[in-house]
């Protein structure tokens, strides 16, 4: 049942027109970054610019496209994932939802891996990109792998996140809002707290527990971070609802 629900929220994304536009205009934003990557490496291999060290041509171009990307999530995330709840309140099919022979699990981890799965797509965008340039150059497909695992971790920490605060509103730009103030805190939270790193408020940080994957390192810390994010984010989802059933 987990997946028949997933299917329908995927289904759902796509049978909107904000699903295709996001979908084109993230496309278009990481292709258009992609190229200026390339170009600019070509630019720097001709030695137009001397950079003080060079890279090789996969971290050149993978550390710019990956890097946006994580940035553009923080602001596409909270707008599929506003409305996977509010939007049942608003429209007052809570109590169908309720009432289906559904545990809330099952409700709460399926629109989770619809949203997922939709962010998966561009994940795999990126990384089939990248894999293009070994038509003319041998890439470092370790380094490619390792950064479509970390944001792929990154977006189903956003979307665990979002998930979350659309189940407190019945509003879904309220529930957006709240998403993206919560997400870019959590991005920065290290910055902050930049000169004393043995504080353990930075180690919540979500960019820091991406830094290892966008260096091409798979860490099983950081792995478990972001497992151990989700799970809180789709309990509280979970016990948020149960919450609102039990009040009727």
Do not use: C
């Not at 990481?30 to 001397?50: A, D, K, P, Q, W």
């Not at 994932?81 to 309720?98: A, G």
């Not at 150059?137 to 792929?152: E, P, R, T």
Request: proline share 3%.
């Amino acid at each position: 049942m987990v997946f028949s629900i997933a299917r329908k929220e995927l289904k759902s994304m796509f049978a909107s027109p904000m699903g295709w536009i996001i979908l084109a205009l993230l496309m278009f934003a990481f292709g258009t970054y992609y190229l200026n990557g390339v170009n600019n490496y070509f630019e720097v291999m001709s030695g137009s610019i001397r950079p003080a060290e060079r890279y090789g041509v996969t971290q050149f171009v993978g550390q710019t496209v990956y890097g946006v990307a994580s940035f553009i999530m923080l602001f596409a995330v909270p707008l599929l994932s506003m409305r996977l709840i509010s939007e049942e309140r608003r429209s007052q099919t809570m109590p169908f939802l309720f009432s289906a022979p559904l545990s809330l699990t099952e409700i709460v981890v399926g629109k989770f891996l619809g949203l997922v799965l939709f962010l998966a797509i561009l994940v795999l965008y990126i990384a089939i990109m990248l894999s293009t340039l070994n038509i003319w150059s041998d890439i470092d497909f370790g380094y490619v792998i390792a950064n479509s695992v970390g944001l792929l971790l990154l977006v189903a920490s956003f979307s665990a996140l979002g998930l979350y605060f659309s189940s407190l509103t019945s509003q879904p730009i309220v529930a957006g809002i709240l998403s993206f103030i919560a997400l870019f805190v959590l991005m920065i939270l290290d910055r902050f707290f930049a000169g004393d790193p043995t504080n353990i408020m930075s180690h919540l940080s979500l960019m820091k527990h991406f830094q290892s994957f966008a260096g091409g390192l798979i860490d099983t810390a950081d792995i478990a971070y972001f497992a151990l994010f989700i799970i809180t984010f789709l309990t509280l989802t979970i016990r948020r609802l149960d919450a609102d059933r039990l009040r009727g």
